[in-house]
């Protein structure tokens, strides 16, 4: 199938083999392979033309955004689609490395979705709820300047990566970081998301977990997303790879399970069993499409599956 996996390289579908069945063994160092990996792929990548960067949407060096705006003319409002990077909640940013994450920014503007790569607080310096209040200001930003950024403000999406992931989540599903209990979203996308704030002995991410979260097991059962959805939740799509940080697979499919009784339907699901953590999320942008295709089906209609 054109833009399927077998339209990688053969070396880097090689090297995800090779990688993905001992991916927990060295998560930080496997991401940095993968990231090196996909770069020359996503150098050669089409991109927009016009990108304004460093824009604050809050008062803190971190809350700023920069947007990606499609190169042709639109006689309507174009979706919108703001994006979460991860970094184990107390690193990284919107630009992990050169081509990452602008590559998912780039793909969907291309689309014709105007992309907002936000950024946000790290911690220790800003503790939960510190994200989920962050990704809430970045969207009432958007949706405030919708008119000038040529957005309808009734097709805003949210898409999280990882620790992104459970920021998206947490302000979607839980109304006590949204402004009047209302999330405004059109939809999110969530992308091997932790969606579950644990401190499992098998999680090498626990002590980011607890300098986030903490590490009262109450309160982490409290701060984790997928105890908060409901039959308002926004339509989700999940997505997640065959080698993913432990047990992220499954809490997606915990996820999934909730919402589908909450909803009373399940939710859209996107599984790529030859895709790590990482190239899930850098492969964007490439010959393999599987993944923006299926995003981009779910902007075109939430609710379809």
């Given at each position: 199938?054109?833009?399927?996996?077998?339209?990688?390289?053969e070396?880097?579908?090689?090297?995800?083999a090779?990688?993905?069945?001992v991916?927990?063994?060295d998560?930080?160092g496997h991401a940095?392979q993968?990231y090196?990996?996909?770069?020359?792929?996503l150098?050669?990548?089409?991109?927009v033309?016009?990108?304004?960067?460093d824009?604050?949407?809050?008062?803190?060096?971190?809350q700023?955004l920069?947007?990606?705006?499609p190169?042709?003319?639109?006689s309507?409002?174009?979706?919108?689609?703001?994006?979460?990077h991860?970094?184990?909640?107390?690193k990284?940013?919107r630009t992990?490395s050169?081509?990452?994450?602008?590559?998912?920014l780039?793909r969907?503007?291309r689309?014709?979705?105007?992309?907002?790569?936000?950024?946000?607080?790290?911690?220790?310096?800003a503790?939960?709820?510190g994200?989920?209040?962050?990704?809430?200001?970045?969207t009432?930003?958007?949706?405030?300047?919708?008119q000038?950024?040529g957005?309808?403000?009734?097709r805003v999406f949210?898409m999280?990566?990882?620790?992104g992931?459970?920021h998206?989540?947490?302000?979607a599903?839980?109304r006590?970081w949204q402004?009047?209990?209302?999330h405004?979203?059109?939809?999110l996308?969530?992308v091997s998301g932790?969606?579950?704030?644990?401190?499992?002995?098998?999680?090498?991410?626990?002590a980011?977990?607890a300098?986030y979260?903490?590490?009262n097991?109450r309160?982490?059962?409290?701060?984790?997303?997928?105890n908060?959805v409901?039959?308002?939740?926004?339509?989700?799509?999940?997505?997640?790879?065959?080698?993913e940080?432990p047990?992220?697979d499954v809490?997606?499919?915990?996820l999934?399970?909730?919402?589908?009784?909450?909803?009373r339907r399940?939710p859209?699901m996107?599984?790529?069993?030859?895709h790590?953590?990482?190239s899930?999320?850098?492969?964007?942008?490439t010959?393999d499409?599987?993944?923006?295709?299926e995003?981009?089906?779910?902007?075109?209609?939430p609710?379809?599956?």
């Amino acid at each position: 199938m054109s833009g399927d996996f077998n339209a990688l390289p053969e070396d880097l579908r090689a090297k995800l083999a090779a990688v993905g069945p001992v991916w927990s063994s060295d998560i930080a160092g496997h991401a940095r392979q993968m990231y090196e990996a996909f770069a020359p792929l996503l150098q050669a990548a089409p991109r927009v033309v016009r990108i304004d960067r460093d824009i604050a949407f809050g008062p803190h060096p971190r809350q700023v955004l920069d947007v990606y705006h499609p190169d042709d003319a639109a006689s309507e409002p174009r979706p919108a689609l703001i994006f979460v990077h991860g970094g184990a909640f107390v690193k990284g940013d919107r630009t992990v490395s050169d081509e990452v994450y602008a590559n998912v920014l780039h793909r969907f503007a291309r689309a014709g979705v105007v992309g907002i790569n936000m950024e946000y607080r790290l911690a220790p310096q800003a503790p939960f709820p510190g994200g989920s209040l962050d990704v809430a200001l970045c969207t009432a930003w958007v949706r405030m300047n919708a008119q000038a950024l040529g957005v309808d403000p009734s097709r805003v999406f949210l898409m999280g990566h990882s620790a992104g992931g459970a920021h998206a989540a947490s302000y979607a599903y839980d109304r006590r970081w949204q402004p009047e209990g209302v999330h405004g979203l059109a939809g999110l996308i969530l992308v091997s998301g932790r969606v579950r704030a644990d401190q499992a002995p098998d999680n090498p991410n626990a002590a980011n977990v607890a300098a986030y979260y903490g590490t009262n097991p109450r309160a982490l059962e409290d701060a984790s997303a997928v105890n908060h959805v409901g039959p308002d939740s926004p339509p989700t799509l999940i997505a997640y790879g065959g080698y993913e940080n432990p047990l992220l697979d499954v809490y997606a499919l915990e996820l999934a399970y909730r919402l589908g009784l909450a909803r009373r339907r399940a939710p859209r699901m996107v599984v790529l069993p030859e895709h790590n953590h990482s190239s899930i999320i850098a492969h964007i942008n490439t010959g393999d499409d599987r993944l923006a295709r299926e995003v981009l089906a779910f902007i075109a209609d939430p609710q379809a599956l």
